[in-house]
């Protein structure tokens, strides 16, 4: 009995210890758990500091997001037009392919306004939605692919 109990214990100690960080989103002011660490959230990259007696997120730093290069001609608008779901959301902005796949949830607009975007040349709905603001288009860049081949 003590050997399953005392296994049990080591369990849980271990899923703690090796559980990986919660991917949730995080904000400027948010709570964290361990000064120093580090999290990357639309485009934005936090870093957990010490204020006062407290730790929280600093204030995000632009990141330029990776960009996954696809074998072949690049992305094409068959390629974008083959991600056409909530599951799978590439839409065009301006000459960029960009996946919202991750964005559709968290959108401030509900999720139909990005769905509405999946599969094709989004330019003139984002454009028209968003015209002469700038924060839009910084979250988007967390979300860039790469060009859109010609």
Same mark, same amino acid.
């Given at each position: ?7 049990? &214990?080591?369990?849980? =100690?271990?899923?703690?210890? #090796? %559980?990986?960080?919660?991917?949730? +989103?995080?904000? !400027? $002011? ?21 204020? &006062?007696?407290?730790? =929280?997120?600093?204030?995000? #730093? %632009?990141?330029?997001?990776?960009? +996954?290069?696809? !074998? $072949? ?21 301006? &000459? ?55």
């Amino acid at each position: 009995m003590k050997r399953i109990v005392s296994a049990l &214990g080591m369990a849980v =100690v271990l899923s703690i210890v #090796v %559980a990986p960080i919660s991917s949730a +989103a995080v904000k !400027a $002011g948010d709570a964290c758990k361990k000064v120093g660490q580090t999290s990357v959230a639309g485009g934005y990259k936090y870093t957990c500091v010490k204020k &006062g007696s407290k730790m =929280v997120w600093g204030k995000g #730093v %632009a990141v330029k997001a990776a960009t +996954a290069k696809p !074998a $072949g001609a690049g992305y094409t608008l068959e390629k974008v037009k083959a991600n056409a779901s909530a599951a799978s959301c590439w839409t065009v902005i301006k &000459g960029n392919v960009y996946d919202l796949t991750k964005w559709i949830g968290s959108h401030p607009g509900g999720e139909s306004a990005i769905i509405s975007l999946c599969g094709v040349d989004g330019s003139a709905s984002f454009a028209s939605q968003h015209e002469g603001k700038s924060k839009p288009e910084s979250r988007l860049a967390g979300y860039l692919l790469g060009p859109l081949a010609k």
